[in-house]
C-alpha cells in the first residue's frame, strides 16, 4: 500500500487465480508489501492447522502535479514465505514450490506438516515489469475507486500433499486500486453512549458563534490534515498548531 498526500493511498492488490484447491483468506497490506494469506484444511478437527503467507514487496514511483497523480508500479523488490504448522494434525508429507514470472524457483521445499513446522524467509527473484501502463487519477475524480488491472502474472505457488486430491495451485497476479478521498472530510466526533461517533461517518456538524450569527465551519480541506499552521480546526501537537485529523468512528 502507498500512503498519497490528501490520505489517498495505492493498494498493490495480489489477485489469486486458482488452478487447484485454494483454500486462502485474502490478502493484507504492509507499507508497500502485500501479503496473500492461505490456510491448508488437512483436518476438519483443526481445518487451520497450517498457514501460508507469501509476501510480496513493490517497486513504484508516484508523480503528484496540481492536477493529477501518477502511479507508475516498476517491478518486484523481493518476495518472502512464511509457513507456520501448529502441529495438531498426523504427520505427513508435504512439498512447496514458489516460482516467480521470470521462471526463477525462489523456494523448493520438502517437510513434515502437522509437527509444528516454521518456515520464514525473504526471497530473492526481484521482477522488473518493464512497460507497464501508469495508473493515473484527475483530481477532479477525488472521492472514487480507480483499479488498473495490470495483467500480470508474478507468482505460482504449489502445495502438494501426498494425495493430490489436496494440493493447493495457484498463482498471484498484479492489480492496482487507488482510492482519493473528497476534497474535504469532517474532522470531529460527538460523544454518544460512552463511544465517539465520527462526523465524517456519522453526518455530524459543527458550528461558531460570530457576529451574532451561526456559520457553519463543519468541512476542513483533506491537504490540511496534521499540517502545522493549517485548516480550519487545529490542535496543539508537538509544541505547534496543527491541521486536526478525523477522530472517532
Do not use: C
Amino acid at each position: 500500500m502507498a500512503q498519497l498526500k490528501n490520505g489517498g493511498r495505492v493498494d498493490f492488490q495480489l489477485k489469486p487465480v486458482v488452478i487447484q484447491g485454494g483454500t486462502y483468506k485474502g490478502v493484507s497490506y504492509d507499507g508497500n508489501t502485500s501479503i496473500f494469506h492461505m490456510y491448508n484444511a488437512y483436518t476438519t478437527s483443526s481445518p487451520e492447522n497450517e498457514t501460508i503467507d507469501t509476501r510480496v514487496s513493490f517497486d513504484y514511483d508516484i508523480e503528484e502535479t496540481t492536477d493529477e497523480i501518477k502511479i507508475k508500479v516498476k517491478g518486484v523488490s523481493g518476495y518472502g514465505l512464511t509457513i507456520t504448522s501448529v502441529g495438531r494434525g498426523t504427520p505427513f508429507p508435504v512439498h512447496d514450490s514458489l516460482v516467480n514470472a521470470n521462471g526463477t524457483t525462489l523456494v523448493d521445499l520438502h517437510y513434515q506438516s502437522g509437527v509444528g513446522y516454521s518456515y520464514n524467509q525473504s526471497l530473492g527473484g526481484a521482477t522488473v515489469f518493464g512497460s507497464v501502463p501508469i495508473l493515473t487519477i484527475k483530481k477532479s475524480e477525488f472521492g472514487q475507486a480507480h483499479a488498473q488491472h495490470v495483467g500480470i502474472k508474478l507468482l505460482r505457488f504449489d502445495d502438494l500433499a501426498a494425495d493430490p486430491s489436496g494440493d493447493n495451485k495457484i498463482e498471484l497476479w498484479f492489480d492496482a486500486i487507488a482510492y482519493f478521498p473528497p476534497p474535504e472530510f469532517r474532522p470531529w466526533a460527538t460523544r454518544k453512549n460512552g463511544t465517539f461517533l465520527s462526523h465524517q461517518t456519522h453526518n455530524g456538524w459543527f458550528k461558531i458563534r460570530k457576529g451574532g450569527n451561526w456559520s457553519d465551519v463543519s468541512t476542513m480541506s483533506n491537504a490540511d490534515r496534521g499540517v502545522s499552521g493549517q485548516g480550519k480546526h487545529r490542535i496543539r501537537h508537538g509544541g505547534s498548531w496543527v491541521g486536526q485529523t478525523e477522530i472517532g468512528n
